[in-house]
């Protein structure tokens, strides 16, 4: 990869993004070094600019980042690095240093953690007994959630739309986990249809 890092003074700007959801977590600044140390190690390094030395994110709290993904901008002069992060990016404990009010991408996030419970099944998690029960259940619970998203938006309130809506999203990432699927298909697919 050939990134400029004489446009910025030997460093280039970093933009830090959480692989699954997305959300944008948070910028620095790496010089060469520090981007060599990261493809390496395969854990974020950054040039600090207060401390005058690399720094690798984590290396106090222990939320590293760990690299999924290196893109580099059309000028040559910015990183993009998706992660996958071990804990909150920000200092102050947030996930992200942007103080988003809420993550703009959960469903995604969601995905994952039906991911990990099947990965990591937890008795007693509504996730692990709508896999014990199988396909069909699972497939039957799709059912019911989207006829009762369409009578709250015919009869019901608001609020009511949303829960029903809400669950029937939830039970619908779980029939796609069921079959080995997940959102990137679906939206590949989307994309597609849209042409």
């Known amino acids: 990869m050939d990134i400029d890092f004489s446009k910025g003074d030997g460093l280039v700007p970093v933009i830090i993004q959480n692989e699954q959801t997305l959300e944008v977590l948070m910028l620095g600044y790496m010089n060469?070094?520090?981007?060599?140390?990261?493809?390496?190690?395969?854990?974020?390094?950054?040039?600090?600019?207060?401390?005058?030395?690399?720094?690798?994110?984590?290396?106090?709290?222990?939320?590293?980042?760990?690299?999924?993904?290196?893109?580099?901008?059309?000028?040559?002069?910015?990183?993009?690095?998706?992660?996958?992060?071990?804990?909150?990016t920000c200092?102050?404990?947030?996930?992200?240093?942007?103080?988003?009010?809420?993550?703009?991408?959960?469903?995604?996030?969601?995905?994952?953690i039906i991911h990990d419970r099947y990965q990591n099944p937890v008795e007693g998690s509504y996730v692990n007994k709508l896999r014990l029960k199988g396909l069909n259940k699972i497939a039957q619970k799709v059912g019911e959630e989207g006829v009762e998203t369409v009578i709250a938006a015919l009869n019901e309130t608001e609020e009511d739309l949303i829960n029903e809506a809400s669950d029937l999203v939830f039970h619908l990432l779980v029939l796609l986990k069921e079959k080995n699927l997940d959102l990137k298909t679906i939206a590949k697919n989307l994309e597609k249809r849209h042409k």
């Not at 207060?50 to 990183?79: A, H, M, P």
Request: glycine content about 6%; proline content about 3%; some cysteine.
């Open 32 to 88: 060469s070094e520090a981007f060599q140390k990261t493809r390496n190690e395969g854990k974020v390094t950054f040039y600090s600019r207060s401390k005058n030395r690399l720094w690798t994110k984590g290396e106090t709290s222990g939320n590293f980042l760990y690299v999924k993904n290196i893109s580099i901008d059309c000028d040559q002069d910015t990183i993009l690095i998706q992660v996958n992060p071990t804990g909150p």
């Open 91 to 112: 200092h102050t404990g947030a996930r992200s240093c942007f103080n988003t009010e809420y993550n703009q991408n959960f469903i995604l996030e969601l995905e994952n």
